[in-house]
């Protein structure tokens, strides 16, 4: 057996051109990393809580940078009535952010984007939008939120979360058990996806479906068998979206996650198997 390639972790911090600050949560394998992943957690999951699988990626000679959600974790934001944003900062700004400094630090080595749930989405789109930088992607657990892809009662969370989130000035997602404490603008503009089935960010004046529809970075798209979140029709229709890419798709199930239940967010705790697969495919 071989042994475990040691990996340093660093914070790496990151100003947006609004003022905005956030880590970029960093972890490097001894040597020369052979690729290099800019990973995007789910909505309302701090970086912190994908370490573990950024570490397992490590040990496969892989870097990981993991952004970090503008109003959580490291970042100076807090949602609020005051304090609004929505997927415009995110796509123009934050992410882009990360990605630059991801290019910054292992210069020539190759550089791949990968994202849970709606970070795959995201990180999908920010793909299609920097074609040049972006080798490939990677998806764990993420799909279209288009609410005919779900059961049809999936389609009244478009239309609560929004009303919500303007009544209270932002999603109380902590006291409803969605999400974080999540800006009013990022719930409208996911909100309006799932009704439409079609992605924008208000303000930014991107076509964003036909960015996507000629993005030709392969996808390699890990599907959890027990994930309502994330049924298959739902990730398919994301992939349809991308008809010039190359794709691959797998199915994660509980004897790759030591017994635990494939779900949307148990294989965080055991993602061993799904970095090896990960990595099987960067390589």
Sequence with gaps: MSEPVEATRAAIPLRMTDGARADLLLF???????????????????????????????????????????????????ASRQCNWGYRELLGDDLPASL?????????????????????????????????????????????????????????????????????GRLPGRQIGFGGNEARGVIADWARSGRTGRYAARGMGLDVEAAMSGQRAPVLALRLRDDWLGPEP?????????????????????????????????????????????AEWLG
């Design 100 to 168: 630059t400094a991801m290019a910054k630090t292992f210069p020539a080595i190759p550089l791949y984007v990968g994202g849970h749930s709606l970070g795959g989405q995201l990180a999908t789109i920010l793909a299609s939008i920097h074609v040049e930088a972006v080798k490939g992607i990677v998806l764990v657990a993420s799909g279209s939120p288009y609410w005919r892809r779900f059961h049809p009662w999936v389609g009244l969370a478009y239309v609560a979360a929004p009303l919500l989130a303007s009544i209270v």
């Design 28 to 78: 490097h394998p001894t040597g020369t990393p052979r690729a290099c992943v800019l990973w995007v957690p789910a909505l309302g999951v701090a970086a912190r809580h994908y370490e573990v699988l950024a570490s397992a990626l490590t040990q496969q000679g892989i870097a990981v940078g993991i952004h970090e959600w503008r109003g959580h974790g490291s970042s100076d934001q807090r």
């Design 234 to 278: 739902s990730l398919r229709f994301l992939l349809d979206k991308m008809p010039r890419a190359a794709q691959t798709l797998d199915v994660i199930g509980p004897e790759d996650l030591d017994g635990a239940k494939a779900d949307h967010f148990a294989w965080m705790k055991a993602p061993a198997r799904i970095a090896t697969r990960i």
